[in-house]
T-cell receptor, first 112, second 114 residues
């Protein structure tokens, strides 16, 4: 079991650029979650999917953020245009039904 | 609404001493509770969960948690702390609106001194 795989691990880009974060969930898991972690706000749920369908996106900060899950083995989180306040660690997690969530090691995003 | 509270931002313990990381919860219905740990530059890792049954739940790395319904608490414990236990610990509760969505506490940083 390779676990949840996120890429890239680190991203540094300039304000205004598009950022795409990627996630490969554990095979067989039917839930996928995107979180953001900052010192100020802690761990925030941005959006989650069930069977590739977005269920709750109420945590997405604003229209600059979008997430897709085109198939069961891949999801993206995009920020366009990016702003310095988007700097954070972004985590993807997956789960099977009511089982505990498994987290990737995150993408550390820095917007200059 | 479901919520968990971790009243301590930081807990400091000497190696070899017992440790407790506190968590209280507020739920409607039966609680479904978790503890996760986060090591530096890593994602959160599942430690243990409580659904029903014994109030003392055993988990990974020698950790256990005690469910107390009357005090609405789910404290994480370990009889003898190791320096390698130093990490960020999160208590969480399942959101009844979803089979898998959970609500995390603010986290407690545990520091074990040699």
């Amino acid at each position: 079991d390779a676990g949840v795989i996120q890429s890239p691990r680190h991203e540094v880009t300039e304000m205004g650029q598009e950022v795409t974060l990627r996630c490969k969930p554990i095979s067989g898991h039917d839930y996928l979650f995107w979180y953001r972690q900052t010192m100020m706000r802690g761990l925030e749920l941005l959006i989650y999917f069930n069977n590739n369908v977005p269920i709750d996106d109420s945590g997405m900060p604003e229209d600059r953020f979008s997430a897709k899950m085109p198939n069961a083995s891949f999801s993206t989180l995009k920020i366009q245009p990016s702003e310095p306040r988007d700097s954070a660690v972004y985590f993807c997690a997956s789960a099977h039904g009511m089982q505990p969530q498994h987290f990737g090691d995150g993408t550390r995003l820095s917007i200059l | 609404a479901q919520s968990v509270a971790q009243p301590e931002d930081q807990v400091n313990v000497a190696e070899g001493n017992p440790l407790t990381v506190k968590c209280t919860y507020s739920v409607s219905g039966n609680p479904y509770l978790f503890w996760y740990v986060q090591y530096p530059n890593r994602g959160l890792q599942f430690l243990l969960k409580y659904i029903t049954g014994d109030n003392l739940v055993k988990g990974s790395y020698g950790f256990e948690a005690e469910f107390n319904k009357s005090q609405t608490s789910f404290h994480l414990k370990k009889p003898s702390a190791l320096v390698s236990d130093s990490a960020l610990y999160f208590c969480a509760v399942r959101d009844p609106s979803s089979a898998s969505k959970i609500i995390f506490g603010s986290g407690t940083r545990l520091s074990i001194r040699p």
